[in-house]
């Protein structure tokens, strides 16, 4: 019964329900690991803005949980600017196998933009902002976006990455500390 | 008149065999002598049926109260009936079957009606019987002709629609003489209506229930189903039905769901998957291998017994088994190995003799830790160098704990806090607490805590202390350690509040490091008791 290929089925399906909907998935190194590009919610300051999101599927998926961040800079007080580690207790937690990756990207992540959770914050500042002067949050996050959420800002990128070619993690790792050091300066608008 | 016999006899074994194509071999067992059987007619209800145990007529006036109550919704009136009744009601589909137990004449169909004795245990005796004449009757309107499929038919029509219940379809109650029987003698309901009343009613109402569960899971085996979780399809025998919230799992989902989280220690989230109903350990112990099973009872014994503060472990390396400590006594008795010693040195027990590990430890850590060669030769002597040297590391590590980390309010786990706010979750027993003043918090509402001014040191604190950490992860971490009693416990990393770390390594590494912290806390017995010798 325990078969190489159980849980494969889950997996497959899940990665293809994704394919298939809206959303653009770039394979990075095969059918576990991924980027989705997600535009953020209408109404909210995170609107116009796109995402690259990177999904790695552990062996155990759906019994462990997917991990997640997001590949440009965003300014969102339970996501973390560096890393782009996202603090969500669905994700983590809470998370049964019950729920699927088209969950995470058409609810929860959304439903994180729209509604940020300043009592529980990986951002400090973001969270202070959001919490003491809304409007000024809202322009920060707006100013993120221009700068790092665009279609534009996202080919600057993809073109840093693309002459590492196969070579996935390296490529993942330069990317994000030369991000780092670029946008050093940057931190203190 | 013999060629009327060799008809009957011909229209029997015809009506036999036609009843066996129609009906399973569950239904319709026939006896060896072609001429009697039973037919048992199984009765389900798609959406359920409510059955209750009433005990006394005040009970049976909110039962009627509640079959009346037609128009309130479903929720008010699973209310009602929670109210009323408790643990005496339950949702049921399948009734155990009405048994038609026929035998035919040998001038059955033509002359005579066939024999027929009814027996259910949930249609009243007298129900029965006046059935059984009706069926005679049924027989003669019918022209006289075979008709015990008829019968079949007519019982299982009037099963399914609540023909033999006293209330409408929703609701079949279950009397007891004993408890009624004396009210029941002043009141006309009992004998006006088809109510179920008998000797040992609650022995009843619980076959009843356990006959549903039964059937439901052979129904269920008998079908192949697709699994939520995996989306392969398996036959029924390939699941689990979950003892506590009754809902039906793959097999090899189930175990790899209690592997992954028995793994990871998160043994406070084994829970079904399609509900969040915590799981029976029961079911755990079906669905996983031997050393896990092993590796959940740890865990549970080691909260259980972390919860206590008077254990201490039998110092023998061999036996290590939890021992209780009397009162104020300094002497531990091992009850696995009989052993007494002193719950301070850990040496045989030396009665009121003063032992130099009780009271100031710290002192005498230090004394030794400082002390030039010969000094330390003299001390090792008379106390003994490896518990010396086990006293100092976990002297050490009790120092760099208090510094670092904090014990969980519930079950006394050392946590450290990496970050973030001060709303955190144990990493072993998956409560919510304050990192400021350590009170537990409710899960429903942790932050609650921080917005309510009379917890003065906590109101408005929930990120009190947030910028040091960013800090510390900027910075502290990878930097060489000023303090050299960091040396061991350098890679450490600790736990951020409640946020979900999305890397699924975090959570791992620091459980084993934190377990590594525990072991030196609590020394070499725990060392012992967790890596057995050979």
């Given at each position: ?11 497959d ?6 394919i ?25 300051p ?52 019950m ?20 009592s ?15 409007e000024?949050?809202?322009?920060k996050?707006r100013?993120?976006?221009?700068r ?6 996202l ?10 070619g196969?070579?996935e ?16 300066d940057?931190?203190?608008? | 008149?013999a ?18 194509s ?9 006896s060896?002598?072609h001429?009697?059987?039973?037919i ?17 007529l005040?009970r049976?006036e ?6 009346e109550?037609?128009?309130a ?32 004449p ?32 049924l ?63 609650r ?24 699994c ?21 799992v793959c ?16 043994v ?8 969040q109903?915590?799981?029976n ?5 079906l ?18 017994l972390s919860?206590?503060?008077?254990i201490?472990y ?78 100092v ?38 409560s ?23 917890n003065r ?5 929930l990120?009190q ?16 350690d000023?303090?050299e ?19 699924l390594?975090?959570r ?16 070499q017995?725990?060392l012992n ?6």
């Amino acid at each position: 019964m325990s078969s190489p290929s159980a849980g494969k089925r889950r997996l497959d399906t899940d990665v293809i329900k994704l394919i298939e909907s809206k959303l653009e998935v770039n394979i990075l190194g095969g059918l576990n690991h991924f980027s989705v590009k997600f535009h953020g919610p209408k109404d909210t300051p995170y609107e116009d803005g796109v995402w690259r999101i990177r999904v790695l599927l552990p062996d155990d998926y759906p019994f462990k949980s997917p991990s997640i961040g997001f590949m440009n800079r965003i300014f969102h007080p339970n996501i973390d600017e560096c890393s782009g580690t996202v603090c969500l207790d669905v994700i983590n937690q809470t998370w049964t196998p019950m729920y699927s990756l088209s969950n995470i990207f058409e609810i929860f992540l959304s439903q994180l933009l729209s509604y940020p959770n300043p009592s529980d914050p990986l951002n400090g500042d973001a969270a202070a902002l959001y919490l003491q002067k809304p409007e000024d949050f809202k322009k920060k996050v707006r100013e993120y976006v221009q700068r790092y959420a665009t279609e534009e800002a996202l080919r600057v990128q993809e073109q840093r990455e693309a002459p590492t070619g196969m070579d996935e993690d390296d490529d993942d790792e330069s990317s994000m500390s030369e991000f780092s050091e670029d946008e050093a300066d940057g931190m203190d608008l | 008149m013999a060629e009327q016999t060799n008809t009957d006899s011909e229209l029997q074994s015809e009506e036999l065999l036609v009843l066996e194509s129609l009906l399973s071999p569950e239904e319709f067992q026939k006896s060896d002598d072609h001429r009697s059987g039973v037919i048992d007619v199984y009765t389900a209800f798609e959406s359920g049926v409510e059955l209750v145990l009433v005990e006394s007529l005040e009970r049976m006036e909110h039962l009627k109260r509640w079959v009346e109550s037609s128009d309130a919704s479903e929720e008010e009136k699973a209310r009602m009936l929670e109210e009323s009744f408790g643990t005496r009601h339950e949702k049921i589909t399948h009734l155990p079957p009405i048994s038609i137990k026929f035998s035919l004449p040998e001038k059955y169909p033509s002359l005579e009606p066939p024999h027929v004795s009814l027996t259910s245990c949930w249609i009243p005796r007298r129900v029965l019987l006046q059935l059984e004449v009706f069926l005679k009757e049924l027989w003669k309107q019918n022209g006289q002709q075979a008709i015990l499929y008829d019968v079949f038919q007519f019982i299982t029509d009037r099963a399914t629609a609540g023909g033999f219940f006293p209330f409408p379809v929703a609701c079949l109650p279950v009397f007891s003489h004993e408890e009624i029987a004396t009210e029941a003698a002043t009141s006309a309901i009992l004998e006006s209506s088809n109510l179920l009343v008998v000797p040992h009613a609650r022995k009843l109402f619980h076959s009843l229930v356990q006959f549903d569960e039964n059937r439901t899971v052979v129904l269920f085996q008998q079908q192949t189903h697709g699994c939520g979780v995996c989306f392969d399809s398996f036959p029924g025998t390939d699941f689990i039905r979950l003892t506590n919230c009754r809902h039906f799992v793959c097999k090899e989902c189930m175990r790899r769901l209690c592997v992954n989280l028995i793994k990871d220690g998160s043994v406070h989230r084994l829970q079904c998957m399609e509900c969040q109903e915590d799981l029976n350990p029961f079911d755990i112990q079906l669905s996983v291998e031997a050393e896990a099973w092993e590796k959940y009872q740890q865990f549970q014994l080691d909260s259980a017994l972390s919860a206590m503060q008077d254990i201490v472990y039998c110092p023998r390396p061999w036996c290590n088994q939890a021992v209780i400590k009397e009162g104020d006594s300094t002497a531990g008795r091992c009850p696995g190995c009989a052993y007494v010693f002193c719950v301070h040195c850990k040496r045989g027990y030396h009665g009121i003799a003063p032992c130099p590990y009780d009271g100031d430890r710290k002192m005498l850590a230090n004394e030794y830790a400082d002390a030039d060669k010969d000094t330390r030769v003299d001390m090792e002597k008379r106390w003994g160098r490896r518990r010396l040297q086990n006293l100092v590391d976990e002297v050490k590590a009790e120092d760099w704990v208090s510094k670092n980390a904090k014990q969980c309010p519930k079950c006394g786990f050392p946590v450290q806090k990496m970050g973030g706010c001060n709303k955190m979750v144990c990493t072993k027993c998956g409560s919510p607490f304050c990192w400021l003043c350590l009170a537990k918090l409710t899960g429903a509402d942790p932050y609650g805590h921080f917005q309510d001014p009379n917890n003065r040191a906590c109101y408005q604190n929930l990120m009190q202390g947030i910028e040091d950490d960013h800090n510390d992860e900027e910075d502290g971490l990878d930097s060489d350690d000023e303090d050299e009693d960091e040396d061991d416990l350098d890679n450490v990393e600790g736990f951020h509040g409640d946020h979900g770390w999305i890397d699924l390594g975090g959570r791992e590494d620091a459980m084993i490091i934190f377990e590594q912290l525990l072991e030196l806390v609590i020394g070499q017995a725990a060392l012992n008791r967790r890596r057995p010798q050979n």
